[in-house]
């Protein structure tokens, strides 16, 4: 039931406060001094992806779709496997887990999660960044891990670095897209879809976070392959080692 | 204006007309539909909640929250089971979430989450029937589903009147905006005290027709009211209002569904079991977990009327000693005299019960009485030499031999 206590406060304050405004943000951080060098052939085991896909209501409420998030989850797999391969390096899914060691995997999802939220909170984007990552920042510094204990998950004595991938997408209903179109009549600023994501390597023996991509306005459309493989590109964006000629010119 | 106020009023209409529900005049709750067969999700919105529920329910099987004790999970799976049926209750799931509040949670796909807090207050059989029962009519009635599609055609209609009344930039028209607003928010809420009414109906139904006693129902309210007003009452608070009911309450208020459940419930009932051993003895690992967690919580009136209830059956070494930490916690020195009196109590119920000999000696020395504590707390260390704070309390009371 809390979940619908998150969704009626979201609800009050999106009419009370008037719609967000629209604020595209983006942001990547490589940890400092670290290189990939394309087709240096690191085996890169690929944590199970956290995808959601659903509509977006007129009121801009989440309508989870399970079947645009199964070929979603299926067209992303995909194309990031193939990207990979293109870079050189090889994709390995992380082997399903049971017991304390599905325990163990579970608690360094929620940790990379936690982790990488608070790097984006707090040192990505201004709003509520912390002085001390503002300076950090300026030095070029990216200093966050998730603990040596990554080195005991699944699968990570056969690989080298560990991927997680968070993506969250609504398509705005026809109704939101109407009232979207009425809103900017009346010159309230109403958003119109969701489309956002963060992904994250993670050095399986020390625990570090090499490099993270955030992105809360991303294109391609995820229940199609082709529409896949662009937003694997987004989410994958400066990903290190992949300065190969891909279309994106970043 | 008018014409906008027309346009609010036609878009409340289809809301309006599902607001009021037919009142409970029924002698007894009526007994459980029969058996349907197992559901499925139907449509692109239960079929994606379901997905959600399933991610989550995925993540909570490896919870550290969870308590994954067999013997515990299959007596409550088994308590909910026998109340609604077999049948029924294969479509569900039931994790014990070790977290000191009363609650309890049903998704729609089936998870249903147990707190520890829950499980410390109900007495018996019955009053855990009684919960299980509610959450399961939730499931049922497919509650979830409801409250999804009332929201989001409630929210739809506010997100129109907003735009609306921006376009319009006129005063009226923001005065209805915002009265419409609350007139959404305000059906929201009674919807939702509707569906907990029918589940708590519906779940009395099924208690009705089991073998437990189906008075419980209503105790567990009685026994929460209680233990809300001590926790008022030592804080200095006003005793709680239980018949009120707030315009962002999710939930009808205790005094009301008290009433309702102690009506509706089978009088022939009356005489039935309410399995309080039998519940005594499935959570008696437990219970010292459970308690101490609740006297952590810093709530001395609510953790005291628990520890008293619960020993209407008789003080056990277990409840004494939890009584005891709460009184050492609180740590007046009125207090500290009680305390030392309850852990002698638990040391008497159950001479080799350690942390009673640790709370003793806490309690004497720092309410300065420093032999007769160091005494206390050699004999701690005599019956838990590997405690982890053994060197701590050493210091406290180090060796005879050492001293002299």
Redesign the interface.
Known sequence: ??R??V??FA??G??GA?PQSASAQEKTAVQKGFELAPNSGKRILVFRP?I?V?AQ?????F?????W?EEATKNIQASLAEFQERIGNEVINAPEAYGAE??N???H??LFAAVSRSAIKYQFFAGQRLPTKKKDNREDIFDWSLGSGVSSLPGADGADYGLFIFNKDAYGST?RKL?QG??F????P?KSGEHQGFAGLVDLRSGDLLWLNADFAMGGDVRKPEGAQKRVGQLLEEFPGSDLPDGRGE | MSKFRQLSLLALAPLSALVFMPPLHAATAPMPPPFEGVYQPQG??E??????DD?DER?L????VLIHDEKLNNYVTDVLCRTVGYDRCSATRVYIIREPVFNA?MTMNGTMRVFSGLLLRTRNEAELASVLAHEFGHFERRH?LQ??KG??SG??V???A???A??SMNYGAHRSMHGL?YQI?GS?FRF?RDDEREADLLGLGYLNSSDLRPHAAAEVWENLMGEATASASIKGLKKPNFGRVAFFA?HPGNQERANYLSALALPDGAGRDDGADRYREALADWMPIFLDDQVKLNDFGASEYIIESLAQNGWTAELWFARGELYRNRGHPRDLVNAAEFYREAAFADPDLADAYRGLGLSLMKAGKRSEGQGALRRYLELNPDASDAKMIRMMAPELEVSE
């Open positions: 039931m809390m619908f206590f969704l009626i609800v009050i999106l009419i008037g956290a959601r659903g209501s007129t009121a801009g409420l309508e989870p779709n399970a079947d998030t599905a325990q995997l579970q608690e999802m929620d109704g009232l009425l809103a009549l009346a010159r309230v109403v | 692109v919105d079929i994606g909640w379901w997905r959600e991610e993540a099987l490896n919870s550290p949670s979830g409250r999804f929201l989001r929210s739809d506010a997100a129109w907003s735009v609306l921006g376009v607003n928010y929201y939702s999710s």
